[in-house]
């Protein structure tokens, strides 16, 4: 008849066996830890930035020399004509140089706008014909392959300057019909437009902290408070 195990060894095992915690069925702590003993699941990636929009990407780093306006009524005043309209198009426009390869030559677009309400002066016919000066020497193609056609715009325009005598310039292609006015923005901040549910200025794309208007602080989601009191559609 086999020996009984000595009381000692049987106490040891007792508290062996007490000592290890009982399996737990997944997703619930084990016995004697409670849920807030164990690790914190890993946290859910962030979700990734929206893509910037390829329409004003192809005007990263556009610069020009200009004096801003401080107020949208101060752009008002310095311009002729004040529209809602829409874009319809991109065109290429003059080149300022001897030749399409000067290689100081200066490019510009003319855009094409469908005009909806005129606010401020006259604009003869349907159509405003807006030159600027170009971002880079990309195609005036890919420009109008991204442009926002159809979306409300609202425009600060006065008429184009022509070419100094003498200057040496390659005209448009296809220019502005006869007795459509070639215009210019009044300055860059004069090309806004509703882009992504949110104004966009894609000529003067002010970083944060470096507003469009230095005394205006117009809603970024409401197209016609980028117009003075005496503008704003009734």
Same mark, same amino acid.
């Given at each position: ?7 000692t ?16 069925p997944?997703?619930?702590a ?21 893509a ?46 001897t ?17 909806t309400?005129? $606010?401020? /002066?006259?604009?003869?016919?349907? %159509? ?6 170009? @971002?880079? &020497?990309?195609?005036? !193609? ?12 609202l ?10 005598a ?18 210019w ?6 090309f806004?437009?509703? $882009?992504g /549910?949110?104004?966009?200025?894609? %000529? ?6 470096? @507003?469009? &208007?230095?005394?205006? !602080?117009p ?16």
């Open positions: 008849m086999p020996h009984p195990a000595p009381r060894a049987l106490a040891a095992l007792a508290l062996l066996l007490a000592a290890v915690p009982a399996c737990a997944a997703g619930q084990p016995a004697g830890r409670s849920a807030a003993d164990r690790p914190a699941p890993a946290p859910a990636p962030a979700p990734a930035h929206p910037p929009d390829p329409f004003l990407r192809l005007y990263d780093g556009y610069q020009v020399d200009y004096e801003p306006a401080a107020t949208v009524t101060e752009l008002a005043d310095r311009s002729e004509v004040v529209a809602l309209a829409q874009l319809t198009e991109i065109r290429e426009g003059r080149i300022l140089g030749s399409r390869g000067d290689p100081a030559r200066a490019e510009h677009l003319v855009y094409v706008f469908r005009v309400r005129q $606010l401020q /002066g006259t604009l003869p016919g349907a %159509l405003a014909y807006v030159e600027a000066l170009k @971002p880079s &020497f990309e195609p005036a !193609t890919r420009f109008d392959a991204t442009a926002p056609k159809g979306t409300e715009a425009l600060y325009l006065r008429r184009a300057i022509p070419a100094a003498g200057e040496p310039s390659v005209p448009a292609p296809q220019p502005p019909p006869a007795g459509a006015p070639l215009m923005f009044t300055t860059p901040q004069g806004l437009v509703r $882009l /549910g949110r104004v966009a200025h894609p %000529l003067e794309q002010a970083g944060p902290g470096r @507003p469009l &208007f230095a005394h205006s !602080t809603d970024p989601a409401n197209l016609y408070s980028w117009l003075p009191p005496r503008l704003v559609p009734r």
